[in-house]
């Protein structure tokens, strides 16, 4: 309500197109990096987003308490959120990913071992569990300014549009390949899809086994993999300082950042 459109008096240069804009994004390592680390853990929360469902259901044989794990879930992300934005602050972006995924991980790995009818635990751990997701959310999102500051250090232009654009890209990829993936592995385990009206299906063994594997072990690996990017990523706390600090000074021909 309160947002105000600038307008130019002079006409502004238009943006690169589209297989520009691919080159100059995917030169920028640290961008690519952060988009490793975004699909990754894009992929391990479609994993168990996928399946949650279908784990509740089948395997602990408790449906109608699907809606109450789920709030559980969203409010301890909330929670945490406050929580890292903090730690953030103080300890850096990349140890902060380690610290709220490997609660994550943990969680991940004890979902494999909760058996039928042991509710109370299985809150716990989603209770937990908000510590990974909301990691998955602030910290990936937080590092591509600092992406756009380094480009435009070493540019002089502003390029948020190509960045952000391609950003959430790789959002809808790692939705599409946690689907795809879960759909084709249960499919291959003999998956039965229930019937209007009748009595939910008996799922064969195989098919109880894929969904306890993705919601613990197949995201705890994926987000495993994604320490590696996270160990390469170049724009450490103190290096970003200095981005601003380089930032902050006069730079002649530097473009507008209106």
């Not at 080159?23 to 961008?31: D, E």
């Not at 109370?120 to 989603?126: D, K, M, R, S, W």
């Not at 103190?238 to 473009?255: I, K, S, T, V």
Request: include cysteine; hydrophobic fraction near 55%.
């Amino acid at each position: 309500a309160f947002t105000r459109e600038v307008h130019y008096k002079e006409a502004r240069p238009a943006g690169p197109g589209f297989f520009e804009g691919l080159k100059i994004a995917f030169r920028n390592r640290a961008f690519v990096l952060v988009t490793v680390i975004y699909l990754l853990s894009w992929l391990s929360i479609q994993f168990v987003q996928n399946n949650l469902i279908l784990y509740v259901r089948y395997w602990m044989g408790a449906e109608a308490q699907f809606g109450l794990l789920i709030l559980a879930v969203q409010f301890s992300s909330f929670v945490f959120v406050l929580i890292w934005t903090r730690v953030s602050q103080r300890q850096g972006k990349q140890r902060t990913y380690y610290i709220g995924m490997s609660v994550w991980i943990v969680v991940c790995v004890l979902l494999f071992f909760v058996q039928p009818g042991q509710m109370p635990l299985l809150f716990a751990l989603a209770i937990l569990a908000g510590a990974g997701v909301s990691i998955g959310y602030i910290i990936p999102w937080s590092m591509i300014p600092d992406v756009i500051e380094q480009d435009e250090l070493e540019t002089g232009q502003r390029r948020e549009g190509v960045f952000y654009g391609f950003f959430v890209f790789m959002q809808k990829l790692g939705l599409s390949l946690g689907l795809a993936i879960s759909n084709f592995v249960l499919e291959a385990t003999g998956y039965l899809n229930p019937v209007a009206g009748a009595a939910l299906p008996v799922q064969p063994p195989g098919v109880l086994m894929a969904l306890r594997v993705f919601v613990s072990f197949a995201p705890a690996l994926v987000l495993l993999i994604s320490f590696l990017a996270v160990r390469a990523y170049p724009i450490t706390r103190e290096r970003h300082a200095a981005l601003r600090a380089q930032l902050a000074q006069p730079r002649p021909g530097a473009a507008s950042r209106g």
